[in-house]
């Protein structure tokens, strides 16, 4: 007998879509296809002022929506293969660079803002042998691991 409680269900879920809001659709896909690398794959309505798109890079889809779906400053984690080279591409495109990569127990990781205050949390496999760095959290305050396993707050 299978104990996996979602193959019992036998209905697989597919990617996920995060949607982020924004205040203005044609400032932020602009900044998405310019400064990250991101490509449209459609607005609606196609005609007029737009309130929704569809942005992808690679296997990575994200919604932009005017109004009523989501919140601003929403997070989101991507895996990238090379935190390191995106970081390259995304200074030298003018990105938002909130956290430049940081190595952490989880990843090596950076985070860029948009127009609208959404974290793009970008991670890849982590340094080896190398000791974590000072984590940024939703306030810009920096955070370290202390050797007992608590975290403490810098001073700014």
């Not at 607005?43 to 007029?48: E, I, M, R």
């Amino acid at each position: 007998m299978n104990s996996d409680p979602a193959k019992q269900r036998g209905i697989d879920l597919g990617h996920v879509t995060p949607i982020l809001r924004v205040a203005d659709l044609r400032a932020s896909l602009d900044y998405y296809v310019h400064s990250l690398g991101f490509r449209a794959a459609f607005q609606s309505p196609n005609s007029g002022d737009a309130i929704f798109a569809c942005i992808f890079r690679g296997h990575c889809t994200l919604f932009l929506s005017v109004g009523d779906q989501g919140h601003f400053g929403s997070w989101v984690w991507l895996y990238a293969k090379d935190v390191e080279a995106l970081h390259q591409e995304f200074r030298a495109a003018g990105a938002k660079i909130r956290n430049p990569p940081t190595n952490y127990s989880w990843a090596l990781e950076m985070q860029v803002e948009d127009l609208d205050g959404n974290v793009l949390r970008f991670g890849s496999d982590r340094r080896k042998d190398e000791p974590d760095g000072a984590w940024l959290d939703m306030n810009g305050d920096r955070w370290v691991r202390l050797p007992d396993g608590r975290h403490e707050k810098l001073a700014r």
